[in-house]
């Protein structure tokens, strides 16, 4: 497909970290590098700050004035590179890593120390040394990858995307920035579908950071400005016509005590209880039904649900998948968000709700019984669409355009591999 630089300017209408919920972000741990004094010894700061766990250390939001500043710098930062003809194309051949001595290592080099990865102090040379290992981790964090150093597919992918198609993803991106940065108000959650994160933001600060699934490619995630005006503990889960259609009746042909097992209740228009046994599976009759999980741990949503207006019918919520959130790619819902330590978000959106600290919600948690909870001053929220930033001088973010909102299908790179 050849790139339109007309929907690159186009755009269409999140935070930096790469890292599992609770750790360092990937920029705050390329910022803290970049800005300190010892810069001779940096690749052994950048490992023990990439492993650091703790609260969270960068407070800017990433729609702030200040990212859009930062990423007028990254566009003008690449239009040099592209005007000097751009970066080399790296040998995918080869998983490199530290300790390796390969003539493909000369290309790595130049193609890191184009995009400020690798110092032109590191010199060109065949050996996959510390400071090649270093830069490549600095060059995988800051294309949400795991920081191991190594060369796989992946990160073979993103390094070749072309210094063109890279500037196009940056301007596309700043324009989505200008629209919104500043705009959001000074208390808000904010879900950057691309980057698969949760930032909990006040008074211009992120007070906290969160790791996200989102809707997978055929069931996508929708941009949505909405307030939180309910939490629900001990949800039930009703399952909505498309996972009916696509998921429940497939698997009730192959079990038929999937429902049950799963505590799964079928009921009729009317309201009344259908029992499962008395239903045609071989056709799509069930659909008309409402499928109802119990709470439990078995739900789908576990142990709350985060409401607010949508016309999508989208929502926040718990997880009894936890293993999701430590896979690179966490797009695997099907439009809602999934968000990790989801109970340390609830309190902070019901801080302003008398009778609900965190040792209420945790009660109530524990009794197993479907508690509504109105929020007092609901929150506003926002599911916006941000692949590529920055949030610090020389250091810019890229994701994967996962839903193909930036017009260029080197940027698929999910998809492709």
């Known amino acids: 497909m050849k790139t339109s630089r007309r929907f690159f300017l186009s755009g269409a209408s999140l935070l930096a970290a790469a890292m599992v919920a609770g750790r360092a972000s990937a920029q705050d741990v390329i910022g803290d590098i970049l800005k300190s004094s010892a810069r001779g010894n940096w690749d052994d700061q950048f490992d023990a700050r990439a492993s650091e766990g703790g609260k969270v250390a960068s407070t800017l939001p990433i729609f702030s004035p200040q990212t859009v500043a930062f990423t007028e710098q990254a566009v003008a930062q690449y239009q040099n590179i592209v005007g000097q003809g751009g970066w080399v194309e ?54 949400g990858l795991p920081a191991d150093g190594s060369m796989g597919k992946y990160t073979y992918a993103a390094m070749n995307v072309s210094a063109q198609v890279r500037l196009g993803q940056l301007q596309t991106n700043l324009q989505r920035l200008k629209e919104k940065a500043g705009t959001l108000g000074s208390r808000y959650v904010l879900v950057d579908i691309p980057a698969a994160q949760v930032e909990a933001v006040e008074n211009d600060r992120v007070v906290l950071r969160h790791t996200a699934i989102v809707g997978k490619i055929d069931r996508q995630t929708p941009i949505v400005n909405s307030k939180i005006n309910e939490i629900i503990v001990n949800p039930y889960w009703n399952a909505p016509v498309s996972i009916v259609r696509k998921d429940i009746i497939p698997l009730m042909r192959k079990d038929p005590d999937y429902l049950k097992n799963s505590h799964i209740r079928l009921f009729a228009p009317d309201g009344s209880e259908v029992d499962p046994m008395n239903v045609d599976w071989s056709t799509d009759d069930a659909a008309k039904y409402r499928f109802r999980q119990d709470p439990g741990s078995e739900n789908a949503m576990a142990s709350v649900k985060i409401n607010f207006p949508s016309p999508d019918g989208v929502y926040m919520h718990d997880t009894p998948q936890q293993s999701l959130f430590g896979k690179m790619m966490r797009f695997d819902s099907s439009g809602c968000v999934r968000v990790q330590n989801v109970r340390d978000l609830v309190t902070w959106i019901l801080r302003d709700t008398p009778g609900w600290d965190r040792q209420h919600f945790e009660a109530a948690i524990k009794t197993g019984q479907n508690t509504p909870i109105q929020v007092t001053n609901p929150v506003p929220v926002h599911f916006l669409y941000l692949s590529a930033w920055s949030t610090g001088p020389g ?23």
Not at 95 to 107: E, S, T
Not at 410 to 417: A, K, N, P
């Open 395 to 417: 250091v810019v973010q890229f994701r994967d355009d996962v839903y193909a909102l930036d017009g260029a299908s080197e940027l698929q790179i999910t998809s492709s591999l």
């Open 90 to 143: 790296v040998p995918a051949t080869k998983k490199l890593q530290l300790g390796v001595d390969d003539p493909d290592v000369v290309p790595l080099r130049k193609r890191l120390m184009v995009a400020g990865d690798l110092s032109q102090s590191a010199g060109i040379s065949t050996a996959f040394d510390s400071y090649v290992d270093s830069a490549v981790k600095r060059f995988q964090l800051r294309h």
